[in-house]
């Protein structure tokens, strides 16, 4: 009993929402993308300091503000479709459960070497995509070995901390609410692309190429100007 009362504290349940959406993204990433090749290799070794951390009894309650604005970052991402903003929360909700303190948050810091953030950088600045796994996973023990060096986990002889009541009925709420706008933001109406073409001007200088494709597949019996 008292192992699932860890399990379902509200701080794993804010890891787990922005995990599964973070997974949608990261992925297909990880799978597909010749730059993002490795990824996943890259978030194990990144987690080595905060799961050592979790194992020695850190108190993720000291970190109510590091857990809610990992929330709303991973809520935003999510309505804005903004992977990125998701990838961030959620890398701050396990710095916040692994209970980083001093240059342990460096670590923190470089936890784009397992985003696909890291990647597009690289294609940036012109770097083919052979080398990028390699470079991830340098930059991931890095991160690794700095997590490791410099972050305080709690010691057994440490009295546990639990969060007051105040700040566990914060973080139960602002997780209710993402939990209910994301859901619910999938059935907004929004326009469609073919809403947004029908917009778009067919004839004048410049308006070619997928716009004519476009319009001509449509209707093919007709030829506006410029195309």
Same mark, same amino acid.
């Not at 699932?4 to 509200?10: C, D, E, G, M, Y």
């Not at 990433?29 to 597909?32: G, L, P």
């Not at 999938?186 to 692309?193: E, G, H, I, N």
């Given at each position: 009993m !008292?192992? /699932?009362?860890?399990?379902?504290?509200?701080?794993?349940?804010?890891?787990?929402?922005?995990a599964w959406h973070a997974a949608a993204g990261l992925i297909p990433?990880?799978?597909?993308s010749p730059y993002d090749r490795l990824?996943?290799?890259?978030?194990?070794?990144?987690?080595?300091?905060?799961?050592?951390?979790?194992?020695?009894g850190a108190e993720p309650s000291r970190r109510l503000v590091l857990t809610l604005l990992s929330l709303g970052l991973a809520l935003?991402?999510?309505i804005g479709d903004l !992977?990125? /903003?998701v990838y961030c929360g959620l890398a701050g909700v396990t710095g916040a459960l692994a209970d980083v303190s001093g240059r342990a948050w460096l670590w923190l810091v470089l936890a784009g070497c397992w985003m696909p953030a890291f990647g597009l950088l690289c294609s940036k600045i012109s770097i083919s995509p052979h080398p990028v796994p390699v470079l991830r996973l340098v930059v991931a023990a890095l991160a690794a070995g700095l997590g490791l060096g410099r972050s305080t986990p709690a010691t057994p002889n440490q009295p546990p901390e639990t969060m007051n009541l105040?700040?566990?009925?914060?973080?139960?709420?602002?997780?209710?609410?993402?939990?209910?706008?994301?859901?619910?933001?999938?059935?907004?109406?929004?326009?469609?692309?073919?809403a947004r073409l029908d917009a778009i001007p067919l004839a004048g200088f410049g308006f070619t190429g997928a716009t004519c494709l476009w319009w001509t597949s449509?209707?093919?019996?007709t030829n506006p100007r410029g195309c």
């Open positions: !008292n192992r /699932l009362r860890h399990i379902l504290r509200v701080e794993w349940l804010v890891a787990a929402f922005c990433a990880w799978r597909h990824g996943w290799l890259a978030l194990l070794l990144w987690l080595v300091p905060a799961a050592r951390n979790i194992a020695a935003v991402g999510v !992977n990125f /903003l105040p700040a566990k009925k914060i973080l139960w709420i602002a997780l209710g609410l993402a939990l209910v706008l994301s859901l619910v933001w999938q059935f907004v109406p929004l326009r469609d692309a073919g449509k209707n093919p019996s």
